[in-house]
């Protein structure tokens, strides 16, 4: 597995993630969402969308590494990451 150093441009970054959740396996080799743009997750039903967002919220269990801004978390400290996931002053994006 190569390694990952998280910059200011790429705030969520996924690596070598497998998830499990029923009978489906999601596997993610890298994924990196950058800041100040707009991600859209589509596919068909039962295509892992649902898995994904659980796994990047931490509630799922998963091997691999999520970072969010540059600081790996597993989803072990809910109260943690809600701190880094909600920002302390709401927007409201349109």
Do not use: S, W
């Not at 707009?38 to 039962?46: D, E, K, L, Q, S």
């Not at 269990?61 to 002053?89: I, M, S, W």
Request: charged share 25%; glycine share 12%.
């Amino acid at each position: 597995m190569k390694q990952v150093i998280a910059d200011a441009d790429d705030p969520l970054t996924l690596q070598a993630i497998v998830t499990k959740r029923g009978g489906f396996e999601l596997r993610i080799d890298e994924l990196r969402l950058q800041a100040g743009r707009i991600a859209c997750v589509v596919g068909p039903n039962g295509g892992g969308k649902t898995t994904l967002l659980l796994t990047v919220l931490g509630l799922l269990p998963h091997d691999g590494e999520c970072r969010l801004n540059g600081v790996v978390y597993d989803g072990t400290q809910p109260f943690q990451k809600a701190n880094r996931l909600y920002p302390r002053r709401p927007r409201l994006i349109v």
